[in-house]
T-cell receptor, first 115, second 107 residues
């Protein structure tokens, strides 16, 4: 149990385009989902918290207009990187927390490369 | 700032127990202690968590001191596949990752 998937697993795009990453909880309902970013040889950095049906809460320094988060259902959250630039190239990881709200389960991550 | 302190790296012999320490002297009463691990280029894998009592599951054991200011993750019989970065995190809800401990299991 407690499986979280992400799609796509990797994506390459041109500078200026937008990219959408999906995060799904496959076998449980996720009342809260989190989005992280990880640069090479660094730890995970929390970007935002999203609760189903409400606006996401962004961490300090994260541009909400650039990283659009939608949590439309209890099993799906999406992260859209708008007008991507090479500095947005990173490993994006989501996590999901169920109704017990005491454990986060992580997806496998999405590798974004912006050319 | 990270709320936990972990050694940056540890080596462990295959088949032996691996004991990973973590200091969290500023932990609050309602904060859990979580352990995750991350194998290169993958998402973090949940290992175990606890509040006050020691916990054990099929992967590991978690020993929390009585004052809750430190804990130890025990991998009872390390295998080569246990080579990973291990993160000790305290909190509830939002989790802030520190640098973790790079564990290398050697034959």
């Amino acid at each position: 149990g407690a499986v979280v998937s992400q799609h796509p697993s990797w994506v390459i795009c041109k500078s200026g385009t937008s990219v959408k990453i999906e995060c799904r909880s496959l076998d449980f309902q996720a009342t809260t989902m989190f989005w992280y970013r990880q640069f090479p040889k660094q730890s995970l950095m929390l970007m935002a918290t999203s609760n189903e049906g409400s606006k996401a809460t962004y961490e300090q320094g994260v541009e909400k207009d650039k990283f659009l988060i939608n949590h439309a259902s209890l099993t799906l959250s999406t992260l859209t990187v708008t007008s991507a630039h090479p500095e947005d190239s990173s490993f994006y990881i989501c996590s999901a927390m169920g109704v017990r709200a005491d454990t986060q389960y992580f997806g496998p991550g999405t590798r974004l490369t912006v050319l | 700032d990270a709320k936990t302190t972990q050694p940056p790296s540890m080596d462990c012999a295959e088949g032996r127990a691996a004991n990973l320490p973590c200091n969290h002297s500023t932990i609050s009463g309602n904060e859990y202690v979580y352990w995750y691990r991350q194998i290169h280029s993958q998402g973090p894998q949940y290992i175990i968590h606890g509040l006050k009592n020691n916990e054990t599951n099929e992967m590991a054991s978690l020993i929390i001191t009585e004052d809750r200011k430190s804990s130890t993750l025990i991998l009872p019989h390390a295998t080569l596949r246990d080579t990973a970065v291990y993160y000790c995190i305290v909190g509830w809800g939002k989790l802030q990752f520190g640098a973790g401990t790079q564990v290398v299991v050697t034959p």
